[in-house]
């Protein structure tokens, strides 16, 4: 099992960015994929974008394509989301998680080991 801590949200304005980090311990996180998703409130968990056990392969959802980058720091059991160009539509709790494999896609059932998540306000 991993063990995951999201931290880096935080209330901005649109337009800005933010860069969440996710700190991995436990079990082996450099052999997995990692996650993002996030829950607005009403709304159901979305997937955001996945990124393979090496940080060579990512694939983003369409709403966020292009404003937001996946990377990871195996060094360091750790992983990042780089937020730009926001909009208040992006405003929600920010989850990541690692799954079973090394590669892994938008299916949240496809990850078993979820962060406690980190809010993001989004003001326009």
């Known amino acids: 099992q991993v063990q995951l801590v999201e931290s880096g949200g935080g209330l901005v304005q649109a337009g800005g960015s933010l860069r969440l980090t996710c700190a991995a311990s436990?079990?082996?996180?450099?052999?997995?994929?990692m996650g993002w998703f996030r829950q607005a409130p009403g709304k159901d968990r979305e997937f955001l974008a996945t990124?393979?056990?090496?940080?060579?392969?990512?694939y983003y959802a369409d709403s966020v394509k292009g404003r937001f980058t996946a990377s990871r720091d195996n060094a360091k059991n750790t992983g990042y989301l780089q937020m730009n160009n926001l909009k208040p539509d992006d405003t929600a709790v920010y989850y990541c998680?690692?799954?079973?494999?090394?590669?892994?896609?938008?299916?949240?059932?496809?990850?078993?080991?979820w962060g406690q998540g980190t809010q993001v306000t989004v003001s326009s």
């Open positions: 998680a690692t799954a079973a494999y090394g590669y892994s896609n938008s299916m949240e059932t496809s990850y078993h080991d």
């Open positions: 436990g079990r082996t996180f450099t052999s997995v994929a």
């Open positions: 990124i393979n056990w090496s940080g060579t392969r990512t």
